[in-house]
C-alpha cells in the first residue's frame, strides 16, 4: 500500500501573497495539495485533519468543509497556514505538475475554485510587464490598504487578489514606468474609473471592468460558468468588476458592498491628492500610510459582540460571524437616513476576554442623513438585526450552549475605551488639568479598572444567558474581590508580591470595557429613545428571547 500511495504521488502549490512575492512577517501562507483521483474530500478533512493534530507544533486548527472553498486553517511553528484541497481526475500526480485548462475537466466546483487561487497568481506573474517592479507596488499598495482600514474581502472590502489584479493593470497601462510612478498613477487611474452609480438611479450605466486580458470561454468546452453580465442578469449588479485573467473567469470583488464601494472612493481620491502633493515636492509619502482614524469618523456604531466558553468555540464563532457581518451591512444600508455603514476591518478582542469568557467585537461606522427639522432621526434597526442573529443561530458551527452573540448600537462617547480614537484620547489628555495622580491614586484606579473586567465580563455573559460562562465569570469577579486593596497591599505584602498581584489584576488590556459595558447595560432604557433603531439589541444564546 506504501509503494502504491508514493507511486500515485501529490503536490503541494502555494499561491496568494507567498506565491506572487510580496508576503510579510506574520501573513499567511495560502496553500493547494493536489492528490489522484482516489483520494476523495472526506479523506482529506477525516485523516489530514487528525495528522495535524498529532503535530506538536500545530495549533488552533480548524478545518471548515463547507465553506464555498472548502479549508482547513492551522499554525504551524506560529506560522498561519490555509490549506485548500483539490482532487484530480489523474491516477498520478507527477513531481512536475503545473495547473491548466486541462485538468479541469471531471471535477466538481469546489475543487474548480480551489484550483483557481495558485492558477491567478501564476497568470498574473506572467501578464505584468516588470515583476520585481509589480511586487515593489502591490507591497505599497496592500500596507496602504491595511493602515487605511480597507483590506477585507469577508467583510466587504477587497482581498489580496483583488489588490493585485488592480495594481497589475496598472502596471500594464505603464509598463516603463518606475514603483514610485506606479503608485502615483495608481490612484489616478481609480480615482477616474467608472465603477458602479452610487445614486442607486433607476438604469444606472453598467460599471466597467477591470481586466488583465479579453475574457475567455476556454477552449474546451468544459461548459464552467464565466462571468457575463449580459448571460447573467444578477453579474449586472457587480459594483467594481475585478475579472480573474483565468477561465474560469470570475469576479474577485463579488462581496464588494455599495458603502464599502463609496469609501473606497474616498480612499482613491484622498491617495491621488497625495500623491499629487509628492510628484509637487510639497508631501512625502508618509502621509499616504496615516493610519484610519475609524473609531472618530461616526457619532454612532453597531457593535457585534462574538461570546464563547473556549478559546477555541470563540475563534471558529468569530470566523462564522465574520463571514456574515456583510449581510447585516446591506440590509442596514438601504434603510432610510442611514448613507454609509463602513466595517473596521477586523474584530477587537474584548478587554476582559480570557476571563471566564473568550469575546470580541465587529464594529459598523454609521454615518447618516440628517433632517435639519429633526433633532435625531429615529431608524428602525431591529428587524435587520433580528434576521442577522437569527442567519447566525441557524448556521451548523453554532452551539448554544457554549456561543452568544450581541448586537447593539452605540454612541461614540459610549465605545470601549480599548477602542476609542487614540487622537481624541491625547486630546482629552491635553485639555484636562491639574497635577499628576498619585502613587496611591494609581494603584486604585489599576484595581478598580481590573473588577471593571471582570464585571463587564458576568454582563457579557448575562446578556447571552450562558450558566456556564455566568459561572466562570463570577468565580474571576469573587477571585478579584478576595484580594486586598493595591495601595494598603504595598506595605503589608513588599513589592514583589505586590507585583504577583498586580499582573493578576490587570492582565487584560491597559485599558477597560467594563465600564462602557457596564454603561451600556444599565442604560437600556436610554438605549430605547437614543437609539430605538436597535431596539434597544438583540442576542443569540442559550435560553436568548
Given amino acids: 500500500a506504501g509503494e502504491v500511495a508514493a507511486a500515485a504521488g501529490a503536490k503541494i502549490f502555494t499561491f496568494g ?41 500545530v495549533r488552533e486548527l480548524d478545518p471548515v468543509p463547507t465553506a464555498y472553498v472548502p479549508i482547513i486553517k492551522f499554525e504551524l511553528d506560529g506560522i498561519p497556514i490555509d490549506l485548500l484541497f483539490a482532487r484530480l481526475a489523474m491516477t498520478v500526480i507527477p513531481d512536475d505538475l503545473q495547473i491548466e485548462e486541462r485538468h479541469l475537466k471531471g471535477i466538481d466546483e469546489p475543487t474548480v475554485r480551489s484550483l483557481n487561487g495558485t492558477r491567478v497568481a501564476s497568470a498574473i506573474l506572467s501578464l505584468v510587464p516588470n515583476v520585481p517592479n509589480f ?12 493602515k487605511r482600514g480597507i483590506y477585507s474581502n469577508a467583510l466587504g472590502f477587497l482581498g ?27 490612484f489616478r487611474v481609480y480615482s477616474n474609473w467608472k465603477f458602479a452609480d452610487l445614486s442607486r438611479a433607476p438604469n444606472p450605466p453598467p460599471p466597467v471592468p477591470i481586466l488583465l486580458c479579453p475574457i475567455t470561454e476556454g477552449t474546451l468546452n468544459l461548459g464552467l460558468k464565466v462571468w457575463n453580465p449580459k448571460k447573467y442578469p444578477r453579474e449586472r449588479f457587480d459594483l467594481m468588476p475585478v475579472i480573474t485573467p483565468c477561465y474560469p473567469c470570475m469576479n474577485s470583488t463579488f462581496n464588494l458592498t455599495y458603502s464599502n464601494l463609496r469609501v473606497l472612493k474616498e480612499e482613491f481620491e484622498r491617495g491621488l491628492e497625495i500623491a499629487t502633493n509628492v510628484e ?24 457585534i459582540e462574538a461570546n464563547a466558553l473556549t478559546e477555541d468555540d470563540h475563534r471558529r464563532w468569530e470566523g462564522t460571524i465574520e463571514s456574515k457581518v456583510r449581510h447585516l451591512m446591506k440590509k442596514l444600508e438601504v434603510l432610510p437616513h442611514i448613507v454609509v455603514v463602513h466595517p473596521y476591518p477586523k474584530p477587537v478582542l474584548s478587554a476582559y476576554s480570557g476571563h471566564g469568557v473568550w469575546s470580541s467585537s465587529f464594529y459598523l461606522g454609521i454615518s447618516e442623513r440628517y ?20 442567519m447566525l443561530t441557524e448556521q451548523t458551527a453554532y452551539n448554544e450552549d457554549a456561543m452568544g452573540v450581541h448586537v447593539v448600537l452605540v454612541r461614540r462617547s459610549d465605545l470601549p475605551a480599548h477602542v476609542r480614537s487614540r487622537r481624541r484620547r491625547r486630546e482629552k489628555r491635553k485639555r484636562e488639568e491639574g497635577a499628576p495622580a498619585s502613587a496611591d491614586t494609581l494603584e486604585a484606579m489599576r484595581a478598580k479598572r481590573a473588577k471593571a473586567q471582570a464585571d463587564a465580563a458576568i454582563a457579557a455573559a448575562a446578556r447571552a444567558q450562558h450558566t456556564g460562562l455566568l459561572s466562570r465569570a463570577q468565580e474571576a469577579l469573587a477571585n478579584l ?13 513588599g513589592t514583589e508580591r505586590l507585583e504577583v498581584w498586580r499582573g493578576q489584576a490587570a492582565s487584560a488590556h491597559a485599558e477597560s ?19 430605538a433603531a436597535a431596539e434597544p439589541g438583540a442576542s443569540a444564546g442559550a435560553g436568548a428571547a
Fill in 481 to 493: 474581590e478576595s484580594q486586598p486593596p493595591l495601595a494598603a497591599a504595598q506595605d503589608e505584602l
Fill in 371 to 390: 433632517d435639519p427639522n429633526v433633532a435625531e432621526p429615529t431608524v428602525h434597526f431591529g428587524p435587520a438585526v433580528r434576521e442577522f442573529t437569527s
Fill in 17 to 57: 501573497s507567498y506565491r506572487l512575492g510580496v508576503h510579510a512577517s506574520g501573513a499567511d501562507i495560502d496553500t493547494l495539495l493536489v492528490v489522484p483521483e482516489h483520494i476523495h474530500r472526506n479523506h482529506f478533512f477525516e485523516h489530514m485533519t487528525a495528522l495535524l493534530r498529532e503535530q506538536p507544533d
Fill in 135 to 146: 511586487r515593489t507596488t502591490l507591497r505599497c499598495i496592500k500596507l496602504w490598504a491595511k
Fill in 513 to 531: 470595557l467594563g465600564e462602557a459595558t457596564a454603561a451600556n447595560s444599565g442604560r437600556a432604557g436610554d438605549q430605547s429613545s437614543t437609539a
Fill in 280 to 303: 509637487d515636492g510639497e508631501a512625502d509619502w508618509h502621509a499616504l500610510f496615516e493610519p484610519d482614524d475609524f473609531f472618530a469618523k461616526y457619532t454612532r456604531y453597531v457593535l
Fill in 160 to 186: 489580496g487578489v483583488a489588490w493585485a489584479l488592480l495594481t497589475a493593470r496598472v502596471c500594464q497601462l505603464y509598463p516603463n514606468a518606475c514603483p514610485a510612478t506606479l503608485l502615483a498613477r495608481f
